[in-house]
């Protein structure tokens, strides 16, 4: 194991925690959303539609930055954890499996939101959440210790930096107002001081605007 010296800074793992708490409000509100949205209403169905691909994109940009930083070095750091990390590599593997179903019935119901498409959707996105559930609680119970202990703060923040990359400028400000929607102050101060100045500028000025409008748009019945 590769031994940590005292100049290493620790990661922030909380926000993590806050990440995941927009994923469980969002995915956990799916279903809903997609039964609420009236039989033919094809405006709402794309909204909602929109809504989904943006989340799963933000989920797969939040696992994939998992896959290439955290696994490998904690599968060489923390080996009494192998174990662990092999679960949470499984779950990924099974949580795509639940995101590839969902796809073409999201397709399928955007173009034409029948009652019988939208149950099928809705019950997908329920069986996805659950799964979801389930992995978020495990890791934020077990592999944010471990992470807390064996990675230092240069490498978490590379995931995070993964994200920014990858997201596109009219993603940026939804996917961050969604993360920091229930964020406390101290949460909020972290979460945007890891931003460069710009950006944090972007997010609280025409971002907010953007997001507000967004958040009007999505949760209109």
Known sequence: MTALTRTDRRPDVHEMVVVHRA???EFGAAADLVRRTPVGDTRRAKIVASHLRLCTAGLEMHHTGEDVVLWPLL??????????????????????????????????????????????????CERFTAALIEHLDLEEREVLPLASRHVTAVEWNQMGQHGKDTMTPSQLPIMFGLVLQDADDEERARMLGNLPLPIRFLLKTVGAWQFKRYVRGLRAS
């Open 23 to 25: 994923f469980r409000r």
């Open 75 to 124: 599968l060489e750091r923390a080996a009494p954890s192998t174990g662990l990390v092999e679960t949470m590599q499984a779950q990924h593997h099974s949580i795509d499996g639940h995101v590839e179903a969902i796809a073409p019935a999201l397709a399928t119901w955007e173009a034409a939101p029948s009652e019988a498409a939208g149950e099928h959707l809705a019950t997908l």
